[in-house]
């Protein structure tokens, strides 16, 4: 296991750096080094605040599995997407941001040009096979200055990047374990989504992918 405490920056030299647009770039592997150590603490993240499949505000199920945390977390239904101080389901405040996610994000925002970033939240999805998430905007953080930072663990999947409309032309940008996009600046609207995640054995996860995606909410 990894330091935590380790800068990531000692790393650098084994990434990958691939430029999306103007303010987004793929940092192949980034978060690999310290894959063990993040997996503990999402499991731990997990049993504090479980995930929970939520629904789209027009009430269609979502076939994504969410939780949260940070000092906010997000939640969808029939109120609208949005951000609360409490996890509806326990009445109690979400897990606190754990330090090595926030240096990770961090570390990786300022990898890709972005030296301010400090995370408030971090949403957790959770993709079985089949799951998949449509093209959408991350629009419900009150200031839009700060970019996302997306982490992925477990099963590949394919990362649509479209443009600022949704009906822009899509690429389909394949994403393994450790891979971390990072988005903001001009790119920050960007419409993205992920498709349909392919059966398959994870030798950390088993049959998941995990995506962390790190916001500054407030």
Same mark, same amino acid.
């Given at each position: =296991?990894?330091?935590?405490? %380790?800068?990531?920056?000692? *790393? /650098?030299?084994t990434l990958s750096h691939l430029p999306l647009d103007e303010g987004a770039v793929l940092l192949g592997g980034f978060?690999?080094? *310290? @894959? !063990? $150590? +993040?997996?503990?603490? +999402? #499991?731990?993240?997990? @049993?504090?605040?479980?995930?929970?499949? =939520?629904t789209t505000? #027009? #009430? !269609? $199920? =979502?076939?994504? /599995?969410?939780? &949260?945390c940070g000092s906010v977390g997000w939640v969808s239904d029939q109120q609208g997407y949005r951000y609360t101080l409490v996890d509806p389901d326990s009445g109690h405040p979400w897990p606190g941001m754990p330090p090595l *996610?926030?240096?990770?994000?961090? %570390? /990786? /925002?300022?990898?890709? #040009? *972005?030296?301010d970033f400090q995370p408030d939240a971090c949403l957790i999805n959770h993709y079985? $096979? &089949?799951?998949? =998430?449509?093209?959408?905007?991350?629009?419900d953080e009150h200031n839009l200055s700060h970019p996302i930072v997306s982490v992925s663990l477990g099963l590949p999947g394919v990362f649509l990047w479209g443009g600022q409309r949704r009906c822009d032309r899509v690429r389909r940008v394949p994403l393994v374990h450790g891979d971390v996009v990072v988005w903001g600046g001009p790119a920050r609207l960007t419409f993205h989504g992920v498709l349909p995640v392919v059966e398959d054995i994870h030798p950390l996860t088993g049959r998941a992918r995990y995506n962390l995606t790190f916001r500054r909410a407030r």
């Open positions: =296991m990894k330091d935590a405490a %380790q800068p990531l920056d000692l *790393f /650098a030299d978060a690999q080094p *310290f @894959e !063990r $150590p +993040l997996l503990d603490i +999402l #499991g731990q993240i997990l @049993e504090s605040a479980p995930l929970r499949s =939520m505000p #027009g #009430g !269609r $199920p =979502m076939s994504v /599995a969410t939780t &949260s *996610f926030q240096e990770l994000a961090t %570390q /990786a /925002a300022q990898r890709a #040009g *972005f030296p079985a $096979p &089949s799951a998949r =998430m449509s093209l959408h905007q991350d629009r």
